[in-house]
């Protein structure tokens, strides 16, 4: 059973960090693409960073480079979005997703609440 289960958001301060974690089981984690995603109340779910398979490859949404950082570990089959200096914005459910080839799966979320 392919399951993907985010953890690690919460309510945080403008200014304050979050470490999301994404824990992956019951297919080969280590192929897949892995991405972040987000979606605001009343927005459309929007890419938010990318890593590739083996680590070699990453890339960021403009708006959260130099504050966010993605990074996996195969052995753990999971994924970390790093969130630093957080803003109001920043606010959204999170969701863990990964690709290979034509197989896709998404987590469930994780909510984000960025105070001012």
């Known amino acids: 059973q392919v399951q993907l289960v985010e953890s690690g958001g919460g309510l945080v301060q403008s200014g304050g960090s979050l470490r999301l974690s994404c824990a992956a089981s019951?297919?080969?984690?280590?192929?897949?693409?892995m991405s972040w995603y987000r979606q605001a109340p009343g927005k459309e779910r929007e890419l938010v960073a990318f890593?590739?398979?083996?680590?070699?490859?990453?890339s960021y949404v403009e708006s959260v480079k130099g504050r966010f950082t993605i990074s996996r570990d195969n052995a753990k089959n999971t994924v970390y979005l790093q969130m630093n200096n957080l803003k109001p914005e920043d606010t959204a459910v999170y969701y863990c997703y990964a690709r290979w080839s034509r197989y896709d799966y998404w987590g469930q979320g994780t909510q984000v609440t960025v105070s001012s």
């Open positions: 019951g297919f080969a984690f280590s192929n897949y693409g």
């Open positions: 890593i590739s398979s083996t680590s070699g490859s990453t």
